[in-house]
């Protein structure tokens, strides 16, 4: 079969019917009826011995000489068992694939796989942050074209505005997401993994707390403000039993066993997943004996002041430590740092301290046994605690200093 040359195929006409010329090693030249013209290259299937044709483009966009190194492509995939036709619908589709796996996308399924694992106001976090410092710039970009340079330009600014701790966080919350792109079997390699070298670090800074020697300024100062019965009395809870903020603002009248004296918090509500029990002193059960008027027929020890069928916001200690004028100075957080710094000082036991606070050991053979063994030497600690707390509020009308001042005014 003779080669076509650029002039043949530049003036070949329409027909009646559509037709093809040959140029040799498979490769044809298809006019339609309308004059268009297209590459075809004639092969036969590896999979079933048949004759087939396969597009490899129109002319002129492609034109002779490509055609020519197309078709000897092909050639050499068929050579090698490849059928064209397959190769270029696995192409196709893993480019349609790529384009719908943008970022967001994949953000989007990320996020649905954390549902069941965090709680909605760390989701709402945590999907807030992408929406405004990642989804703007790159949120439609397939994650399989996203380049480290990509992801550094879109935070940029923010460095800039010096929000060091928000590039921090952003950028582990995008690795997360591409990790599980790579786990998903969408990309093979996270191109995003070395970016928080790139940005400064934020410095690091030491939980706001109060020195041992000024817990008679806090309960003290705590005890003739100006702020709601059940205000005071979720803080004077936190303190005594040296629980997490939101713990603390969560309790519920039904985790209370009045019979061992113990409130007993599930493990749906702690931080480490696991139940905690607290062991009741007397200045516990005072402070309960407060709260009881105003909410012992509700759910909550500490119901909301606007819904009282909900819980009180955890920040409201935060927020009343800081009108009193603690702000800078301690935080809901730091009463448990508080806590910790005076027990240690005084010489209890390290770990039955860090039990008491619900932290978790890492060695899991080790945690299972102290779960097991420190209830009863907490109930001393807690004791002491309670005790130097209310010692320290003396003279002030604290909660556990009303209930034992009208204990002795009724003798």
């Not at 508080?338 to 390290?350: P, R, V």
């Amino acid at each position: 079969m003779a080669k076509l040359s650029a002039k043949e195929v530049l003036n070949a006409k329409p027909r009646d019917k559509a037709y093809r010329l040959g140029d040799g090693g498979g490769l044809y030249l298809y006019i339609r009826r309308s004059g268009a013209k297209s590459w075809e290259c004639r092969y036969t299937k590896p999979s079933t011995g048949k004759t087939t044709f396969t597009g490899i483009g129109s002319f002129p966009d492609v034109s002779l000489a490509d055609a020519r190194k197309r078709a000897t492509e092909i050639r050499l995939q068929v050579a090698d068992g490849i059928d064209p036709q397959l190769l270029k619908a696995e192409q196709k589709a893993k480019v349609i694939s790529e384009q719908k796996s943008t970022f967001k996308t994949v953000a989007e399924l990320w996020m649905e796989s954390k549902v069941h694992r965090l709680k909605p106001k760390t989701i709402e976090g945590n999907w807030r942050k992408l929406e405004l410092y990642v989804f703007p710039q790159i949120g439609q970009i397939p994650i399989a074209r996203l380049t480290a340079p990509m992801a550094i330009e879109a935070l940029k600014p923010i460095e800039k505005k010096g929000q060091l701790e928000t590039v921090k966080r952003t950028v582990q919350l995008m690795n997360e997401v591409m990790t599980y792109g790579v786990n998903a079997g969408l990309i093979h390699h996270n191109p995003l993994s070395g970016i928080r070298e790139v940005f400064r670090k934020p410095l690091v800074k030491h939980m706001l707390a109060l020195e041992p020697n000024e817990l008679p300024e806090l309960i003290q100062t705590v005890a003739g403000a100006n702020m709601a019965m059940t205000t005071r009395c979720l803080i004077e809870w936190q303190l005594h039993t040296m629980t997490r903020p939101n713990e603390a603002a969560g309790a519920r009248w039904c985790e209370i066993d009045t019979e061992r004296n113990v409130w007993v918090i599930p493990e749906s509500r702690m931080k480490m997943k696991r139940a905690h029990e607290v062991p009741l002193t007397p200045q516990m059960l005072a402070i309960l004996d407060v709260i009881r008027p105003v909410s012992g027929h509700r759910d909550y020890l500490f119901p909301s002041i606007r819904d009282p069928k909900k819980p009180t916001d955890a920040e409201s200690i935060n927020k009343a430590l800081s009108r009193i004028g603690f702000k800078g100075r301690t935080t809901a957080h730091g009463l448990r740092a508080l806590a910790s710094t005076t027990l240690n000082e005084q010489g209890f036991d390290a770990d039955i301290i860090e039990a008491a606070l619900a932290h978790t050991d890492k060695n899991q053979i080790r945690s299972a046994y102290n779960r097991t063994t420190y209830l009863e030497r907490r109930k001393t600690l807690m004791c002491w605690w309670s005790e130097h707390i209310e010692k320290n509020a003396y003279g002030s009308m604290s909660v556990t200093g009303f209930i034992n001042l009208r204990a002795v005014n009724n003798r």
